[in-house]
């Protein structure tokens, strides 16, 4: 069991709170509303979770989650910029931010399956089964949040 270094610690506690702002986002807005307070905390939490991984992680497939959150937050936080119709925009914006969530929970789920109980983690391995069924659990939850989130948006322009 390795310990945590001072930048780990800070990077998981920025990185944790960004799960129950972009959770209460999602309750009160269905979806991750940048323009409103909770929005932005979550925004913040997560560019300055990711932006601290680089000193922590060192495998290459958790770069790549690194790279990838930065990469949807960028498209959601520019998605109101693009010369396109409000509703396409407001696809990009809820996909993107949406997708950036997951990728918060993916590496945490991990983190804490693998690390905990300390001595004795609930997945020993990255290949433990019931890692591979929370991490699969993860992908379904993201899959039918945007088919939520995209049928709501589908029903805005009959709506008006």
């Known amino acids: 069991m390795s310990t945590l270094s001072t930048l780990g610690i800070v990077h998981t506690a920025i990185s944790l709170a960004a799960i129950p702002t972009g959770i209460a986002s999602f309750v009160r807005h269905g979806r991750i509303a940048p323009e409103t307070h ?12 990711a932006l601290t991984a680089f000193g922590v992680i060192k495998t290459p497939v958790g770069l790549g989650i690194v790279l990838m959150t930065l990469l949807a937050l960028a498209a959601g936080v520019t998605a109101s910029r693009l010369p396109w119709s409000d509703l396409a925009r407001r696809y990009v914006e809820t996909i993107a931010l949406s997708v950036s969530f997951f990728f918060v929970l993916l590496p945490g789920i991990t983190e804490t399956l693998t690390r905990l109980p300390v001595g004795a983690p609930i997945a020993p391995s990255l290949n433990a089964p019931i890692l591979l069924a929370a991490q699969s659990s993860l992908v379904l939850a993201l899959a039918a949040g945007l088919a939520t989130q995209i049928s709501r948006l589908r029903a805005v322009p009959r709506l008006a």
Request: aromatic fraction near 8%.
């Open 38 to 49: 909770v929005g932005k905390v979550y925004l913040g939490a997560t560019l300055l979770g």
